[in-house]
């Protein structure tokens, strides 16, 4: 049994399953009893949350935490980067917004950085008998590896045995695999300690003769094959979960006679897209993302997720037709949900005076909803809870965006969400409805107040499943990820990689140059 220690699980690309895999080990341990945590030193994800103690991680680590029974904390991710465009991306310290960085320029802050992750992590270790940490993209990225502070740059400075998880389905898993840790110094190599290949499916029998080869190559055991599970969806890490066109999740049959249809606008910077994840659990909704007008015609609800880069997608709305499909949309009376950035899209104007985003300047949103945005330079964060469509709700704000509504000294807009405190949020109108709340479709009631609405405005014989709970949905997959860890991994052997470290004299593997 597990009673202290600490692995780093890395992967031979992004989207491996690096955090999938470090969720079913947190899953398989805090099951057992063990006092576990998870801990990524940087993320680089457009999908976050906002902690109770007032700072924001990557959403994967929230679902991470959550495998543990743990609440989302900064500790937990003590460095988000999150892109606003293909060469710069904020940067976000323990949990808070500390400047904007190109690639060049991140380089030169990592050294400081990594006593930050380096220190976050002991105090987590301090803090809980095993911490469970997820490496970042691929720890081959040797053209990185001097000011690496996620993968071996980590596992170096913390003395962390390592286990590398290869996406069979990609194909070619055993060169990459082989030559991740070919192209490794031999101190690193010394701290990889085993394998795990990821998403099969076939014949295991045609697989084992190419295990047991890369076992004699490279002196490592496969620790385990986790099998291709279409039921595992939920929590996308970024932006290269959402597929266009693809449905959403397994939805069930519907409860009424129709499926109710909602395309969401898959946003160059989409932002916190897992909003959607709610809807798409409901039997009878058939969620898509969509990037291009025709997808948007038959649809009963369109959705505008959160955007990183609002200004910039906007304007790449307008470009792909989209705007005009969006707007033919609402004005036949069909609904129209903006979350974040896709409501400050829904707006009369956008005002960026201080260049938050862009250039100083102001843009014309669609005009759906009568209300103005203004960005600020500080970013609001926080977990209010109040009262939406008449249902009790809990949600959190990540955004620099500060609304103006117009009606002063008459009714104005009335409001989508109302807090605890009295304050409107968001605008209901009728069939546009916007808000800077993410998560708010998460609360049950609200969400399938909503899609009533939407069934009623389309004409759908549309019936929402009254026993759906979201919250009861995610810990069915955080238990099935842990149910493929305890069936298909030698969790003996992770157990002594945990509590022991890596195996002393795990041999060195040459590429000859010649």
């Known amino acids: ?6 692995l780093l699980v890395a992967g031979t690309t992004s989207d491996a399953g690096k955090s999938v895999l470090v969720a079913g080990i947190c899953r398989w341990l805090h099951r057992r009893g063990v006092d576990v945590a998870p801990f990524k030193a940087q993320n680089m994800s457009n999908n976050s949350v906002v902690c109770a103690d007032g700072g924001e991680i990557g959403r994967a680590q929230a679902l991470q935490a959550a495998a543990c029974g743990l609440a989302p904390s900064v500790g937990f991710n003590p460095v988000l980067l999150k892109p606003g465009s293909d060469r710069t991306s904020q940067v976000v310290v323990r949990g808070v917004v500390d400047g904007t960085v190109s690639a ?27 911490v469970i940490c997820e ?22 400075a913390a003395d962390l045995p390592v286990i590398v998880v290869g996406d069979i389905d990609r194909g070619g898993v055993l060169a990459h695999l082989f030559g991740t840790l070919a192209v490794l110094e031999p101190a690193d190599q010394a701290l990889i300690a085993g394998w795990v290949v990821n998403k099969f499916r076939g ?113 790449w ?30 707006s009369r104007r956008i005002h960026d005076p201080h260049g938050v985003e862009a250039a100083p300047g102001a843009v014309e949103g669609l005009g759906l909803l009568d209300v103005e945005v203004t960005f600020d330079v500080a970013k609001h964060l926080g977990t209010p809870t109040g009262t939406a469509l008449e249902e009790p709700v809990a949600f959190y704000e990540i955004h620099h965006g500060r609304e103006l509504r117009s009606g002063v000294g008459r009714s104005g807009p009335a409001p989508l969400v109302t807090l605890a405190d009295g304050t409107p949020e968001g605008v209901d109108g009728g069939h546009v409805l916007g808000t800077h709340a ?77």
Request: charged share 20%.
């Open 1 to 6: 049994m597990v009673t202290a220690g600490a």
């Open 104 to 130: 060049a320029s991140y380089r030169e802050r990592k050294a400081a950085l990594l006593e930050v992750v380096t220190s976050s992590l002991v105090s987590l270790r301090e803090q809980h008998e095993v």
């Open 135 to 156: 490496g970042a993209g691929s720890p081959a990225e040797i053209n990185l590896r001097a000011t690496d502070i996620a993968n071996m740059g980590l596992a170096r």
């Open 203 to 315: 014949d295991p029998a045609l697989l084992e003769p190419g295990l047991e080869q890369l076992r004699t190559l490279t002196g490592r055991p496969t620790l385990g094959v986790v099998p291709w599970s279409p039921e595992l969806w939920l929590d996308a890490e970024d932006s290269l979960g959402h597929v266009a066109d693809g449905v959403v999740g397994r939805p069930a049959p519907p409860v009424g006679r129709d499926w109710l249809r909602v395309a969401v606008v898959r946003l160059p910077r989409v932002s916190n897209g897992t909003d959607v994840d709610a809807l798409a659990a409901e039997p009878g909704v058939a969620v898509r993302y969509v990037t291009e007008p025709s997808r948007l015609a038959d649809a009963d609800l369109v959705v505008l997720p959160g955007s990183k880069a609002t200004v910039a997608d906007l304007a």
């Open 317 to 346: 709305l307008r470009a792909q037709g989209l705007a005009d499909g969006v707007l033919a949309h609402a004005r036949a009376g069909r609904p129209v949900l903006g979350v974040c950035g896709g409501y400050q899209m829904l």
């Open 438 to 514: 993410h998560g708010l479709l998460e609360n049950d009631g609200l969400r399938r107040r909503l899609l009533v609405r939407a069934a009623a405005a389309a004409g759908r014989d549309f019936t929402p499943a009254p026993a759906t709970s979201y919250a009861a949905t995610r810990a069915a997959q955080l238990d099935l990820l842990g149910d493929l860890v305890e069936t298909h991994l030698d969790t003996d052997a992770l157990e002594a990689l945990i509590a022991k470290g890596a195996p002393a004299g795990l041999p060195e593997v040459r590429v000859s140059s010649s």
